[in-house]
């Protein structure tokens, strides 16, 4: 290359510089969502928290495949997970290779968060993403760095774009030597250094394929290493699918960019506090959950009562469209239209539902604050 594109190139990388006292409001929102999360979980049961790290677990898993365009089948992770965590939600065959793959480099980060990170942990990660040794038609170099240049580009053959290129085949050994020496060395918060190891990862490039899915589970070992398997609940990679664009572009700005990446940091972290307030959303809706059936304890409900107040609990507030109806009640327990009307009118009388409109125009909401429109 003749000219200095990337930030790879500049004299003194891979000696990255960011400004701590501009970061650190970004920290401290990051660590307070962190901390409200951590407080609601101390109120639920060990099978709820199960529960939600599992879902939690499953959405996390068909997100850093979908960043890459791969898209998972859900009742397969989920199938895994179940295997993995016992949750009771989830049960079902055995899960693909590449699907078992993935969900244990995930377990392995959560789950070994305090043991080094080392060319062989990081090798056998991706080499857990390949197990059949291709990416559709195309053979990927597995267990070890890539021996050849690399390029990220778009647009036909011919005439493609070329976005970024990655440092030379020969340098990755030493560049990721240097790399994990300050992974395993380094004292910063662990936020900081999730957001630090990824630009760097995602720099130097160093797989044939699955850098980015590799480089994000970097990131859950550090989150993992301060939040421990309450990391689970940080979606942080769908955080990151939900912001394709913006991510990618934070990426691409910071590797053209000098070594102060202070706007990629403060990009990142704030992602990160998104991702764990939506994890306490997850957890108060939960909890409300919790309270419902704790209020309800006692009140005598059959099956196909308790699978459709499920059904509606599932959906969160105005998450089941509508509400409950007799049509969509036959629909979900597959019995007759009378025994529909009538279990529903039951439910409304025991306070379980509560009833809007009449006659066809008639639906049923959970009996909870919130949870019953103030328009129809």
């Given amino acids: 290359m003749e000219s200095l594109q990337y930030i790879w190139q500049l004299?003194?990388?891979?000696?990255?510089?960011?400004d701590a006292a501009h970061l650190a409001d970004e920290v401290a929102l990051a660590r307070?969502?962190?901390g409200l999360v951590e407080g609601k979980l101390a109120v639920l049961g060990f099978q709820e928290r199960q529960d939600l790290a599992a879902e939690a677990w499953a959405q996390e898993a068909l997100a850093t495949a979908a960043i890459e365009g791969d898209k998972l089948d859900l009742l397969a992770v989920r199938s895994s997970i179940a295997q993995r965590l016992g949750a009771s939600a989830f049960k079902g065959s055995a899960a693909p290779r590449h699907v078992d793959g993935l969900l244990g480099i995930m377990d392995d980060a959560v789950m070994k968060a305090n043991e080094p990170l080392t060319h062989e942990r990081l090798q056998a990660w991706q080499a857990a993403l390949f197990p059949t040794g291709f990416s559709g038609m195309r053979p990927v170099r597995t267990g070890a760095y890539r021996t050849e240049a690399m390029q990220i580009v778009s647009g036909p053959l011919g005439k493609e774009t070329v976005h970024y290129e990655a440092p030379a085949a020969s340098e990755v050994p030493g560049q990721m030597q240097r790399f994990l020496d300050?992974?395993?060395t380094s004292h910063e918060d662990?936020?900081?250094?999730a957001a630090l190891s990824h630009i760097w990862f995602e720099t130097i490039h160093p797989m044939d394929d699955g850098n980015g899915r590799v480089g994000r589970n970097v990131v859950d070992l550090c989150l993992a290493q301060d939040a421990g398997e309450t990391s689970r609940l940080v979606r942080i990679?769908?955080?990151l699918l939900d912001q394709r664009e913006a991510?990618?572009?934070?990426?691409a700005r910071a590797q053209h960019g000098g070594l102060d990446v202070t706007p990629w940091m403060v990009w990142f972290v704030r992602q990160v506090r998104i991702a764990w307030e939506a994890a306490?959303?997850?957890?108060?809706t939960s909890l409300e959950k919790a309270r419902f059936w704790g209020a309800h304890a006692d009140v005598p409900l059959n099956a196909r009562q308790r699978k459709a107040i499920h059904a509606l609990l599932d959906a969160g507030p105005g998450g089941f469209e509508g509400g409950m109806s007799t049509r969509k009640y036959v629909s979900l327990t597959s019995t007759s239209r009378p025994t529909a009307s009538r279990e529903l009118i039951e439910l409304n009388a025991l306070g379980v539902l509560i009833q809007s409109g009449a006659g066809r125009s008639t639906r049923y909401y959970i009996n909870l604050p919130g949870w019953f429109p103030t328009q129809e």
């Fill in 11 to 18: 004299r003194g990388w891979p000696k990255l510089a960011f």
């Fill in 32 to 34: 307070r969502a962190q």
């Fill in 182 to 184: 300050w992974f395993n």
């Fill in 190 to 193: 662990s936020l900081v250094r």
């Fill in 237 to 239: 990679s769908q955080r």
């Fill in 247 to 251: 991510y990618y572009n934070e990426l």
């Fill in 280 to 284: 306490g959303a997850v957890v108060d």
